[in-house]
């Protein structure tokens, strides 16, 4: 008798039992593994460690690079340690990789990105959303951008116009 909108969380459950708003059990069943690969597990709301929320994210880049999607998710989940990824250091990680292919993201990027942690590179996307007056992978990925060419001089991803 009372209606009630249905979550994200619950039409991906609903998509892996194959029923459900979504009719996409098979992207439902990519992100699943993807993300149970690395250790992590969706939830409603993020409240412990290897908890991710952000399902339409995920959805969106296996449909648009299943292996990018990987990688992404392959880096993020060693900088994060089992901390909360959130849709800002995934869109704006899936975005660096995507238009910087030539740069092996696990040599420098990865080591200055573990190096930062997670919360200095929440901080920094979060400066480069307030400096940009939006929000967006773009804005992400510069964020990322200031932590990851810290100290390269030879090497240096790029943020395209």
Excluded: C, W
Excluded at 43 to 60: C, D, H, M, N, P
Excluded at 119 to 129: C, F, L, P, V
Excluded at 142 to 153: A, F, P, V, Y
């Amino acid at each position: 008798m009372k209606r009630k909108t249905v979550g994200t969380f619950d039409n991906h459950k609903a998509a892996l039992r194959g029923d459900g708003k979504f009719e996409q059990s098979e992207l439902a069943q990519k992100a699943e593994a993807l993300v149970s690969k690395y250790g992590y597990e969706f939830a409603r709301s993020v409240g412990s460690e290897f908890q991710i929320s952000t399902i339409k994210s995920i959805y969106r880049m296996i449909e648009s690079n299943e292996q990018l999607a990987d990688k992404t998710f392959s880096i993020l989940s060693k900088v994060a340690q089992g901390a909360e990824i959130q849709h800002t250091e995934i869109s704006g990680l899936f975005y660096l990789l995507r238009v910087n292919p030539a740069i092996d993201f696990f040599s420098f990027p990865m080591k200055n990105l573990i190096e930062a942690g997670i919360g200095q590179i929440r901080e920094s996307i979060r400066r480069a959303h307030l400096i940009e007056g939006k929000g967006g992978p773009r804005q992400s990925a510069k964020g990322l951008l200031e932590i990851i060419n810290k100290g390269q001089s030879k090497i240096k991803a790029i943020v395209p116009f």
